[in-house]
């Protein structure tokens, strides 16, 4: 199995801020590599498809990039609505595995 | 739009069984595949599997593999997840969502639309 991890696991920033998370895969997946932002009480939301493919109606702000092993997730100038916990998910294989999750909090 | 509704919370005992149901709108349910993922409390995402409502094949996780049965009614646009022999730390919420094929990008997938999560408790 393809097992993901994310580093950090948790992170304090301010608004205006540019944060990026990284995730690292147990194998190279090439770009099958998805992002998802999760807020407590709610469906978890994709952002990044396919390492770096922006999904339809999120921000300019959020950007993906990787390829193989190590992949980034990158958020330009946070807004308060951002702050929540993020996956990544390899979907190299048939039983997608998620990433342990960063929780990104305000400083 | 694209909408996945799904059934309320429910307790269960231990050892008893759960079913959610996850109702589909919006787009041509047997088009697209259906899958399912949990967070237990304080926990992550955990893919537990997926169904094709087109010719009913399914795939589940391992470490669910055997105590869960992933179903779909092309007539009423619904995907089910049923899982037996329910033990307390199956207590999470469970997620639908949609499966898109990625264009371009051969058997490449994402997880587009989510419904909003049924809360299964298990509890003596």
């Known amino acids: 199995d393809i097992q993901m991890t994310q580093s950090p696991s948790s992170l304090s920033a301010s608004v205006g801020d540019r944060v990026t998370i990284t995730c690292r895969a147990s194998?190279?997946?090439?770009?099958?590599l998805n992002w998802y932002q999760h807020k407590p009480g709610k469906a978890p939301n994709l952002l990044i498809y396919a390492a770096s493919r922006l999904q339809t109606g999120v921000p300019s702000r959020f950007s993906g990039s990787g390829s193989g092993t190590d992949f980034t997730l990158t958020i330009t100038s946070l807004q308060p609505e951002d702050f929540a916990t993020y996956y990544c998910?390899?979907?190299?294989?048939?039983?997608?595995?998620f990433g342990q999750g960063t929780n990104l909090e305000i400083k | 739009q694209v909408q996945l509704v799904q059934s309320g919370a429910e307790v269960r005992k231990p050892g008893a069984s759960i079913k959610v149901s996850c109702k589909a709108s919006g787009y041509i349910f047997n088009t697209y595949g259906i899958t399912w993922v949990r967070q237990a409390p304080g926990q992550g995402l955990e893919w537990m599997g997926w169904i094709s409502p087109y010719n009913g094949n399914s795939k589940s996780a391992q470490r669910v593999q055997g105590r869960v049965t992933m179903t779909a009614d092309t007539s009423t646009s619904t995907a089910y997840m049923e899982l037996r022999s329910l033990r307390s730390d199956d207590t999470a919420i469970y997620y639908c969502?949609?499966?898109?094929?990625?264009?371009?990008?051969?058997?490449?997938?994402?997880?587009?639309?989510w419904g909003q999560g049924t809360l299964v408790t298990v509890s003596s």
């Open positions: 969502a949609r499966v898109t094929l990625i264009a371009g990008v051969d058997e490449n997938y994402k997880f587009d639309f």
């Open positions: 194998q190279s997946i090439s770009t099958f």
């Open positions: 998910q390899e979907t190299y294989d048939n039983y997608p595995a």
